[in-house]
């Protein structure tokens, strides 16, 4: 139980840190209408999705690079611990990305006229979300954890190829999802940008807490099937 | 105040609770799961003890 403690414990810091940059940078993840971080003049206050939307994206990016370095650790090694990583990173990953879909276009709505416009950001995301739907859904497949996770790793590392897809995809071909950053991009206010780097840093913690959390919980669920075999085959140590 | 620059307002009220919610519901869902897998193997270690009934 002590574990379980710890990561409250760490949940609860971070949180608490989540407030302490929100109170200096202008409460951007919590109400996001602090006066430091201006209100851009042509969108109006629905440009504020921006400071969650782009860290979503960029720490579900960082999630999927996760799982596919994992993914190359368990073939090169076979070991389930690189597996559990993997299948952990790409929940989160999953998780934030849905996060991205769906604020996306409650971004678009009002600016664009348009909920989806099947841009090539947007359509290249909504493959990238899919291609990782379908590594979850594959764990559900076999039965055979080694062959689970040989498959999944495979697929792990294929489906990353679709990560720099997304990102190039404003540039390779025309479309109106915005750039901001990077060369080509309009920029931000340095306020704006003390704000975006705060939400990052805050979408980095959360990912790093759920990580450690998601990956003990996966450990357990390998430990719990260890112990029901080693009864099963009626050879206790 | 401008209220040309609040129209929208609940496109970004929509997006925060989407946000929030999604982060609260995986963590709770991880938390509840992670405890019921801790009791599951403190039993399956009882039954795994020498001596235990079979």
Redesign the interface.
């Known amino acids: 139980m002590k574990s379980l403690h710890a990561y409250i414990l760490l949940g609860v810091i971070s949180i608490m840190m989540v407030g302490v940059l929100a109170a200096v940078f202008g409460d951007t993840l919590i109400f996001g209408f602090s006066p430091y971080v201006p209100t851009e003049s042509s969108m109006g206050i629905v440009q504020r999705i921006f400071y969650f939307h782009v860290p979503a994206a960029i720490t579900a990016f960082l999630a999927f690079f996760v799982a596919f370095v994992a993914s190359i650790g368990y073939l090169a090694t076979r070991r389930l611990s690189w597996d559990n990583v993997a299948r952990s990173s790409v929940e989160i990953g999953v998780m934030l990305c849905t996060i991205v879909i769906i604020t996306g276009p409650l971004w678009a709505r009002p600016i664009w006229g348009t909920w989806w416009p099947w841009d090539p950001r947007l359509t290249t995301t909504l493959i990238l979300w899919l291609l990782y739907i379908s590594y979850l859904l594959l764990r559900t497949y076999s039965e055979d954890r080694s062959q689970q996770a040989r498959f999944c790793a495979v697929l792990g590392i294929v489906a990353f190829l679709d990560v720099p897809i997304v990102y190039f995809s404003v540039k390779w071909w025309r479309g109106i999802h915005p750039i901001v950053f990077g060369s080509g991009g309009g920029g931000i206010a340095p306020r704006m940008n003390d704000a975006f780097l705060a939400a990052l840093f805050t979408f980095f913690l959360l990912y790093a807490l759920l990580l450690m959390l998601r990956t003990r919980l996966a450990n357990m669920e390998d430990e719990v099937e260890e112990l029901r075999a080693e009864l099963t085959d009626g050879a206790p140590h | 105040m401008d209220l040309?620059?609040?129209?929208?307002?609940s496109?970004?009220f929509?997006?925060?609770v989407?946000?929030w919610a999604?982060?609260a519901g995986?963590?709770v869902i991880?938390?509840r799961?992670?405890?019921r897998?801790?009791r599951?193997?403190d039993l399956?270690?009882q039954?795994?003890k020498?001596g235990a009934a079979d």
């Open positions: 040309e620059k609040w129209q929208n307002l496109y970004l929509w997006a925060y989407t946000v999604f982060l995986y963590l991880m938390t799961r992670m405890a897998l801790r599951e193997i399956l270690r039954e795994h020498p």
